[in-house]
């Protein structure tokens, strides 16, 4: 029986999570049903629960279809998606038998009201588009300082905590870290191991978060070189924390991802 979240591709670039335990399936963020009712018929796992992160498209899109076939709870923020039937803020401490006690954890910034789901038992966490492997969400209604407050957030879990993004964004983010950080040789060291899995098909995700912090250039914003690489890019002096996330931020909106 599986017992690892599964990264079930969807879209051009996206990942729905699939985490089986007790011989029934948690998803997250279920932007096409079709991925998933294809992967519950191989598999043949029932679905119970499941968790939304935020109300993109790609991360609802399949969510009533899924509800009209299957007898599911569905968790998710308060940001007006259809078919919640749990509707959560952050700070709450659920208990999701069998898949253990979930943490939801308020991270804002990428949309106003997006949460993540931290399983700390098993050192698990399932953050949407909040944090991305050597990267991070964009802002699209949240402000930098709920960013950086949010990554905050994230990166105060612990170091082995393994991390579930919702996209394989993964080799676009390190070119703009090497940008960052040219001389960081845990940079190098990802992106070859980023190469391999790629070469072979296989996503670069889960990413362990104190490996993270090594490299994730929205992570480092108090680390000297990102400072002064921030810095260089603004054109005056930026203070360590949040101006200079707001910078990075800004910079890698017209990096080219490709």
């Not at 009712?37 to 790609?58: K, M, N, Q």
């Not at 991070?136 to 990166?155: I, K, M, N, V």
């Not at 060291?189 to 996503?203: I, S």
């Not at 400072?227 to 707001?246: H, I, K, Q, T, W």
Request: glycine share 8%; hydrophobic share 45%.
């Amino acid at each position: 029986m599986l017992s690892f979240p599964v990264a079930l591709p969807a879209f051009q670039d996206n990942y729905i999570w699939a985490w089986v335990r007790g011989g029934t399936a948690l998803v997250v963020d279920p932007g096409d049903a079709a991925v998933v009712e294809d992967w519950l018929a191989a598999s043949g796992i029932r679905l119970s629960v499941i968790l939304v992160t935020h109300h993109h498209p790609d991360h609802i899109g399949g969510l009533d279809a899924l509800r009209s076939r299957h007898p599911v709870r569905v968790l998710g923020p308060d940001e007006g998606i259809p078919g919640v039937d749990d509707i959560l803020h952050g700070g709450e401490r659920l208990d999701l038998t069998p898949f253990g006690t979930m943490e939801v954890l308020a991270v804002p910034g990428h949309t106003r009201g997006h949460i993540a789901f931290h399983f700390p038992a098993e050192a698990l966490l399932f953050c949407g588009d909040a944090l991305f492997s050597a990267g991070c969400g964009r802002l699209f209604e949240g402000t930098p300082a709920q960013l950086h407050d949010s990554l905050a957030r994230l990166s105060a879990l612990p170091p082995d905590t393994r991390f579930c993004c919702a996209h394989e964004y993964t080799e676009a983010n390190l070119r703009f870290a090497a940008c960052v950080e040219p001389d960081n040789g845990d940079i190098k060291a990802r992106q070859q191991e980023v190469a391999r899995l790629r070469a072979k098909g296989l996503p670069t995700l889960p990413a362990r978060l104190g490996d993270e912090r090594l490299f994730n250039p929205f992570l480092r914003c108090e680390e000297p070189a990102v400072v002064d690489a921030a810095s260089r890019e603004a054109g005056s002096p930026l203070a360590p924390g949040l101006p200079v996330l707001a910078a990075l931020r800004a910079w890698k909106d017209y990096f080219p991802s490709r």
